[in-house]
């Protein structure tokens, strides 16, 4: 199993800047991508940006330019660097993981606890 952890959310004006860090531990060698979906009150989970362990990404299309995803080079971290922020950027932002569990390329997907960003001035 992979257990995924988040940390930085919290309260910032808008125009502000945060940066989201998630560490993962357990079985992470399975690991072949990380990233970032939220959830806004109301609305569906949505995916932010996602990067593959050979730094393929993925971002929501809205949101080029102003979160820019990382990792570390041991593939078990995953920060998300978010600028210009906008109090519609408001929601929970799930840490996320995909691990292969075989050779026929089945997967399973990990999530973390959330972490609450709020964007209110």
């Known amino acids: 199993q992979v257990q995924l952890v988040e940390s930085g959310g919290g309260l910032v004006q808008p125009g502000g800047s945060l940066r989201l860090s998630c560490a993962a531990s357990?079985?992470?060698?399975?690991?072949?991508?990380m990233g970032w979906y939220r959830q806004a009150p109301g609305k569906e989970r949505e995916l932010v940006a996602i990067?593959?362990?050979?730094?393929?990404?993925n971002y929501a299309e809205t949101l080029k330019g102003r979160f820019i995803i990382s990792r570390d080079n041991a593939k078990t971290t995953v920060d998300l660097q978010m600028n210009s922020l906008k109090p519609e950027d408001t929601a929970v932002y799930y840490c996320?993981?995909?691990?292969?569990?075989?050779?026929?390329?089945?997967?399973?997907?990990?999530w973390g606890q959330g972490a609450l960003v709020t964007v209110s001035a």
């Open positions: 990067m593959t362990n050979s730094g393929l990404t």
């Open positions: 357990g079985r992470t060698f399975n690991i072949n991508a």
């Open positions: 996320y993981a995909k691990a292969v569990v075989n050779v026929e390329g089945a997967y399973r997907e990990h």
